[in-house]
């Protein structure tokens, strides 16, 4: 417990913020609008006590994950399907390198254009920015060392098996980093959103408070927003930890 907690890095975290607290509160840190971290968590405690933060959070915890669930299906779908079958992906390369240079947060405007100012809104733009890491990790996963692939054809496997028993297990940590990636990404966009098209969830709260000369909730929020990717991103690593063993640990993949 002790080696996954990084007891360095806690150290140095709590150190930064009373550094925090001590130059604010010495003066050498004079900006208007910057609360010590003692009363960004008094905000942080009347945001919870109106009720704002737990709504806030909720909504935008709805929107991200699930733009984020449908991305991943649909992203492990047509991975694994463009990084086994070479004419799809011959074909659907250039169309695919275009939409990918598309920056993710131009695509904003074009989702409050389609649905408005609503969580559909939210959904769209958390799926299409988790799409990409998802989709391009699992085409990678999905190209196995030919070696192995012949090793299957030797042991006279069918395509099903090789597909099963070779392929899916090599690509797991392919997969998984894409779906680390793609969950941090559709939370990013989903502020975004939240911050130009729906008034609603943390992206919201932030900025409202930001706008009514309220720095102490405002950080608060800011806090909140970092300890949910933090949290969320621990989540998936457990789940894949469980689902599938000791895959992760022999292909190397770390928290």
Not at 198 to 216: M, R
Request: proline share 4%.
């Amino acid at each position: 417990m002790a080696r996954r907690l990084n007891l360095p890095g806690t150290a140095v975290f709590v150190l930064g913020l009373g550094l925090w607290e001590l130059l604010v509160r010495t003066g050498v840190l004079s900006f208007s609008y910057l609360p010590p971290p003692t009363n960004v968590a008094t905000g942080l405690g009347e945001l919870f006590g109106s009720g704002e933060l737990v709504t806030a959070l909720g909504h935008t915890l709805l929107a991200a994950l699930s733009g984020w669930a449908i991305a991943g299906v649909a992203g492990v779908a047509a991975g694994a399907v463009l990084g086994l079958v070479r004419p799809v992906w011959t074909y659907s390369m250039a169309s695919l390198e275009a939409l990918r240079a598309l920056p993710i947060v131009a695509f904003v405007p074009v989702a409050v254009l389609l649905y408005g100012f609503s969580v559909q809104t939210e959904i769209m733009v958390g799926f299409y920015a988790a799409l990409w890491p998802i989709l391009l990790n699992t085409i990678s996963g999905m190209r196995t060392e030919q070696r192995m692939v012949e090793a299957g054809r030797v042991l006279r496997l069918s395509r099903a098996a090789v597909l099963w028993k070779i392929r899916l297990p090599a690509a797991t940590a392919s997969i998984v980093v894409g779906l680390r990636l793609g969950l941090s990404t559709s939370l990013v966009l989903t502020l975004v959103a939240e911050m130009v098209g729906n008034p609603a969830g943390l992206g919201f709260l932030l900025v409202a408070k930001g706008q009514a000369l309220q720095p102490a909730q405002m950080f608060a929020a800011v806090f909140v927003i970092g300890v949910t990717g933090i949290v969320l991103n621990g989540l998936v690593m457990g789940l894949a930890r469980v689902a599938f063993r000791g895959q992760l640990a022999s292909s190397g993949e770390t928290a």
